[in-house]
């Protein structure tokens, strides 16, 4: 597979935010995965999900870079529903082709050659095996071999020799965070003493809290009409007769005309009568307090785990991720 084009140098990749081919945010760039035959970009991976913790693989082809964003020419569906490859370990054959017939693509002829750290003069040859005349003049790395000596694990070798068993793309982290295990079955370099050793990361998960505004609250007032009846005591003049007789030579009887006369008296009465004013009867208003509850909160984690295979067994051995400074093996 050709490196993609327009892309020479992993740091130019590091941090961009990816959309797809409709202009939709997909997540940011995680890795950066270099060919092994020109050392240029050719794959990265997006970080994607709750809190960016799973990787898809997408391809560079096609894709194109404005400002701090990353276009790639394929939609978000399918970078989501991208195979699930280790986007920690190297990038095998299998998987590369595996991840060329999701996106539809097909893979350049003569791309089988070894997987080439970045900065290294030479690929390397997977497995078992001496170095060839061709690779005479190439540079025995990770075991300390000199050329043209037996070496197990990793040799690098140059030239037309070829090289044994497959390759693929080494993955370069867009933090510049080396990575424990960077490399399918690549070992450190071994001290005088004969020791090797990686050191294995896991990630953890760290949750904090953050304020927003989750609505808004008010006071309306409005008038409501009732109906209200009081009892308020009133008071009316009536009219009754009073006869007293007149005793003869009563002088305070006083003349009268004999005939038809008429007397008036005027009469009171009290009504009810009702007015209204507005008075002030009470004052609302709004307060805030704070409620604390405990709300769960998921997300995924990765750790690293290491295999290993024991010189006197056949098999290979798990590392049981147990206490600190202990090794197990089975």
């Known amino acids: 597979m050709g490196a993609a084009d327009g892309f020479t140098d992993s740091g130019e990749l590091d941090g961009l935010t990816v959309y797809d081919n409709d202009g939709e945010k997909v997540g940011s760039v995680g890795r950066v995965y270099v060919d092994d035959d020109t050392g240029k970009p050719d794959w990265v991976t997006v970080k994607t999900g709750l809190f960016g913790m799973k990787e898809s ?4 082809a096609g894709a194109r870079r404005v400002g701090s964003d990353l276009h790639v020419a394929h939609p978000k569906e399918s970078v989501k529903d991208a195979p699930r490859v280790d986007a920690d370990a190297h990038l095998s054959v299998a998987e590369e082709e595996e991840l060329y017939r999701h996106y539809g693509l097909t893979r350049k002829s003569g791309n089988l050659g070894g997987n080439r750290p970045q900065g290294s003069d030479a690929p390397t040859a997977a497995g078992t095996g001496a170095m060839g005349a061709a690779g005479a003049a190439g ?3 990770g075991t300390g071999t000199a050329p043209g000596a ?5 040799a690098t070798t140059t030239g037309a020799a070829g090289t044994a068993g497959t390759g693929g793309h080494r ?3 867009a933090s510049a965070r080396p990575l424990a295990g960077a490399g399918a079955g690549t070992s450190r370099a071994a001290d005088m003493s004969g020791r090797e050793e990686m050191v294995r990361s896991e990630e953890q998960l760290h949750v904090g809290t953050e304020e927003y505004e989750s609505g808004r609250a008010r006071l309306h007032k409005y008038v409501v009409t009732e109906e209200v009846t009081r009892t308020v005591p009133v008071s009316h003049e009536e009219v009754r007769v009073v006869r007293e007789p007149l005793q003869p030579g009563d002088k305070t009887a006083g003349t009268t005309d004999f005939g038809e006369q008429d007397v008036e008296v005027t009469l ?3 009504r009810a009568t009702v007015r209204k004013e507005a008075v002030p009867v009470e004052r609302v208003r709004l307060e805030t307090n704070r409620v604390t509850e405990q709300k769960e909160v998921s997300a995924e984690v990765r750790k690293e785990k290491i295999d290993y295979a024991d010189g006197t ?4 051995g798990k590392d049981g991720g147990g206490e600190f400074g202990q090794g197990r093996r089975r």
Do not use: I, N, S, Y
Not at 57 to 60: A, N, S, T
Not at 313 to 316: A, Q, T
């Open 57 to 60: 693989f997408v391809p560079l």
């Open 139 to 141: 540079t025995a790395r």
């Open 150 to 154: 037996k070496a197990t694990g990793k």
């Open 171 to 173: 993955d370069t982290d």
């Open 268 to 270: 009171h009465a009290e």
């Open 313 to 316: 067994e056949m098999g290979k």
